[in-house]
């Protein structure tokens, strides 16, 4: 009884406290630092905490920085036909989501984008956010394979990110595109601890936070080209412009150059990316691949992975250790670890050329690994407009 009458006024305590945080770190440390069973070792739940904490918050971060956006390429393409001594479409394509295509808007041309992306997510690293079985604190008896007393945590987190986009072509061969993202992270997680088969809420906490997100400049330069298909080059480099402490931004300048490679049909066209992130946290490889199919004048079909492999990414683990102060008796400990870890995804949508050079486009990303923080699905609606020079 009288764990129970202490259990729900730190219940009651701890929600005003959480409330009263000011950053979506501060309410997620006080969420996975705030615990009730008695390991005898407060260094090693300091510990253990910041690193679940850390790993936790890096996997947010990246989902929110390093995966990709929709490109702010145009969905148009033009070049100078001699002959006529005018512009003409330079493909009959509308191009990939995420993945970049070699051709350039054309000199002159000007495009803009407003981009809609809701991700609710799932599990993280295998283990679910939303049943309660997220283990944050256990102690069970050395003998026995089941603990007696388990701290599980609920972490259902949301975000919507809205990009404002914008393309010039400043020659026939050279774009440069910038992105401007608002972000929003909300989540309404809550603490139990489980002693014996009784199940006490030891805390909740709830977080919404708004803000402007990392800013991308992006330059392509057509290299080399063959009517629709070529070989061009490009760079991004990501502003620290976002609030690392709601996750919104890594608070470092990464630039990333890429390889653009195309290979264009009347009907068919194959897209890669390859780049490099430098800066941040840590280095990543990033790789992409589509396929889009001409279904008719106005519409176009697309199919893409993409990918990227962290050479010290975020993960969760587990670490067992001797409980001090009671004889017989081990805890077990939600931490993190930095390993390399490799993400993909699989993207599907169409882009529909609904009115003059207005594109409305339609994809869903669906995870195809486990690793980091999944949502089932991602969807993302974007209007695009170009204008002529």
């Known amino acids: 009884m009288r764990r129970t009458l202490l259990a729900l006024a730190l219940m009651l ?77 330079s493909s009959r394509h509308f191009g990939p989501f995420f993945v970049e295509r070699s051709l350039t808007g054309g000199k002159g041309q000007l495009s803009f984008g407003v981009a809609h992306t809701s991700s609710s997510f799932d599990t993280i690293d295998e283990r679910s956010l939303r049943d309660g079985t997220l283990v944050a604190t256990a102690s069970r008896l050395i003998t026995e394979t089941q603990p007696f007393d388990t701290e599980t945590l609920t972490l259902p987190i949301e975000t919507r990110t809205v990009s ?7 020659t026939d061969r050279l774009d440069v595109s910038a992105a401007v993202p608002f972000v929003t992270v909300r989540f309404n ?58 996750l919104f931004g890594s608070g470092e300048t990464v630039v990333t150059p ?26 990543t490889l990033e790789y992409a691949g589509a396929l889009t199919v001409a279904g008719a004048s106005r519409l176009t079909l697309v199919l893409e992975c993409i990918g990227r492999r962290v050479d010290a990414g975020g993960r969760l683990a587990y670490v067992t250790a001797l409980n001090p102060s009671l004889v017989g008796v081990e805890t077990i400990r939600l931490s993190g670890t930095e390993e390399t870890t490799n993400r993909s995804a699989i993207v599907t949508g169409f ?32 209007l695009d407009y170009s204008l002529g020079n």
């Open 13 to 89: 305590t701890v929600a005003r406290t959480a409330a009263a945080q000011q950053t979506l770190k501060d309410v997620l440390s006080f969420l996975l630092t705030n615990r009730s069973i008695p390991t005898g070792d407060f260094a090693g739940d300091s510990q253990a905490a910041a690193a679940a904490r850390d790993a936790i918050t890096e996997l947010l971060l990246s989902e929110l920085t390093s995966f990709p956006i929709n490109s702010p390429a145009s969905g148009f393409t033009y070049r100078l036909d001699p002959a006529l001594g005018t512009d003409v479409r």
């Open 351 to 382: 882009r529909w050329n609904i009115a003059e050079r207005l594109l409305l486009n339609v994809n869903v990303v669906r995870p195809l690994t486990s690793a980091g923080l999944n949502a089932r699905w991602t969807p993302t609606v974007t």
């Open 164 to 170: 404002v986009s914008g393309l010039v072509g400043v």
């Open 258 to 283: 890429r390889i653009i490679g195309s290979a264009e049909r009347d009907r068919i066209a194959v897209h890669g990316n390859l780049g490099y992130a430098l800066g941040g946290a840590s280095k």
């Open 189 to 246: 997680g809550q603490r139990v601890d489980t002693y014996r088969g009784t199940s006490v809420v030891q805390a909740i906490a709830t977080a919404r936070v708004s803000g402007l997100g990392d800013v991308r400049l992006r330059a392509k330069y057509n290299v080399w080209r063959v009517g629709a298909s070529g070989l061009a080059l490009a760079a991004e480099a990501r502003l620290p412009t976002g609030n690392p402490d709601n």
